[in-house]
């Protein structure tokens, strides 16, 4: 909430509230017209659901801007109407942009919003309830009008105009689509090495249908459409700014008066970058934050994008360097195998330095090399490189002679290798082809009785499919 009525609740008292404000009711009857202060202030049936905050043109839910603390309210509602005595309201009606004041109900300590003029004239009280694409493009243009939004356009004008780079600056003028006719009223726009560019601001809650229908007008067009926001921060973050932010590579743009008074000294347009940096498992770091010269951006029209930082090729990178990984492991793993380097000397240090890396993967090995199934990486790596694969024999046939016989729980992985790397029918031609057929028919007619026995023993399912991806999934 604006920092204008947060003030604490502590206050226990209330004698000291301006003129003006309706007095408590005598004690008598106190205790039945004192309000909750779990209870929302709001009454239930308030006809102005939303109002704008005209200082910065944001939408705030009329139950939330009321809230629950009596005393901060009465505050609150004082000086909301001497703001529009003095034809400033603080707050205007969501819908139809008129000053609103704060309103009591005549039966109850229950509070609401009601406009200035109730002429009829406002869709909120006449016409119930609005659509949502009707809500939001009335509250566009209420938020057009606040303070703030104003003040952001003539900054954005004065810092472009300090900066040499920029040509045929204007503000709000008509932008009408060569190819559609269609018309748009950028808030600024200017050439930047003969780039248009619209810059919008994004002070208010645009609905994701405007923010990606302003997009695709600009692309057409050859321009970039280029949000710059007032803050944005971890806490004000709104799923709107979300939009936006995902949407321009996790980059966001900040001009205030900070960032304008180094503009005009460095007399070139400087923005205060917001982005954020792409950790390790694919997680985002908090956000990062560096005052930028506009020049120093890389311009996409292409993708409608404008960052500082490239958080893509950041996140490819760490993707590319993450996959080079795991292949290393994959490999060496292979290699190890097809060396037999389980009976080398160094066979417990290896294993020990295997189970470092995989744990790295999220997979866990066993703490010993003898607890490991073995047998189940020989004969799926004999599969892939269609012979025996750290062992002595010559065919594959024969490794699948051995697993038939004396691995009969490895036989069904080990077929699914044989044909998913295409290996099926010159194993089949291998050797003597009757006896691999008489052998394999045999082992259907007992998987037949005896489905145990071909049970896959899937303690080891995540190595293998670490190690082996390409024959996901397993049977
Ligand atoms: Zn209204």
Redesign the pocket.
């Known amino acids: 909430m604006p920092d204008h009525y947060s003030e604490p609740s502590r206050a226990s008292r209330i004698d000291g509230m301006p003129p003006g404000v309706e007095p408590l009711r005598p004690p008598r009857r106190r205790r039945q017209e004192r309000p909750d202060p779990n209870d929302d202030l709001i009454v239930e049936d308030a006809a102005?659901v939303r109002v704008m905050d005209s200082e910065d043109g944001r939408h705030l839910l009329a139950r939330d801007v009321l809230g629950r603390d009596y005393v901060r309210l009465m505050r609150l509602r004082m000086e909301a109407n001497s703001s529009v005595q003095r034809g400033e309201p603080m707050y205007v009606?969501s819908?139809?942009g008129?000053a609103v004041r704060i309103r009591r109900s005549a039966t109850r300590p229950k509070f609401f919003f009601k406009?200035r003029h109730e002429d009829g004239n406002?869709p909120?009280?006449t016409a119930g309830l609005l659509s949502q694409e009707e809500v939001n493009a009335r509250q566009y243009n209420g938020a057009k009008e606040s303070r703030l939004h104003r003040r952001m356009k003539d900054w954005i004008c004065e810092c472009l105009q300090a900066d040499g780079r920029f040509t045929d600056i204007e503000q709000e003028p008509t932008w009408k689509g060569a190819l559609t006719g269609e018309r748009r009223r950028p808030d600024v726009r200017a050439r930047y090495h003969g780039l248009p560019i619209a810059f919008e601001i994004q002070l208010s809650t645009t609905h994701l249908d405007v923010i990606s229908a302003r997009r695709d007008f600009y692309l057409q067009e050859g321009g970039l459409l280029f949000w710059v926001f007032a803050e944005f921060t971890t806490d004000y973050r709104r799923m709107t700014d979300d939009d936006v932010f995902y949407n321009n590579n996790l980059n966001a743009f900040v001009v205030n008066a900070e960032t304008v008074a180094a503009s005009l000294d460095a007399e070139e347009f400087k923005l205060e970058c917001v982005w954020t940096v792409p950790t390790p498992g694919n997680e985002v770091s908090g956000l990062h934050r560096r005052l930028t010269s506009f020049h120093e951006l890389t311009l996409q029209p292409q993708q409608q994008r404008a960052f500082y930082f490239d958080f893509d090729a950041r996140r490819q990178e760490l993707q590319d360097a993450a996959n080079a990984e795991r292949q290393k492991l994959r490999d060496d793993v292979e290699a190890w195998v097809g060396a037999t380097g389980y009976y080398g000397e160094t066979a417990n240090e290896d294993w020990a330095q295997f189970r470092a890396r995989f744990r790295r993967q999220g997979v866990e090995l066993p703490r010993y090399l003898s607890e490991f199934d073995r047998p189940v990486l020989t004969m799926l790596y004999s599969a892939k490189h269609n012979r025996p694969w750290g062992q002595d024999q010559k065919k594959l046939v024969e490794i699948a002679h051995r697993v038939a016989g004396a691995y009969k729980h490895h036989l069904t992985w080990f077929m699914h290798a044989v044909r998913k790397y295409g290996r099926l029918d010159s194993m089949r031609a291998e050797g003597d082809p009757s006896k691999w057929q008489r052998k394999y028919a045999e082992c259907q007619a007992e998987y037949r009785t005896n489905r145990a026995a071909y049970a896959p023993r899937r303690e080891h399912q995540a190595v293998v499919e670490f190690l082996f991806p390409e024959l996901v999934p397993l049977p």
Do not use: D, E, G
Request: aromatic letters at 0%; one cysteine or more.
């Open positions: 102005i009606c819908i139809c008129v406009h406002c909120a009280i």
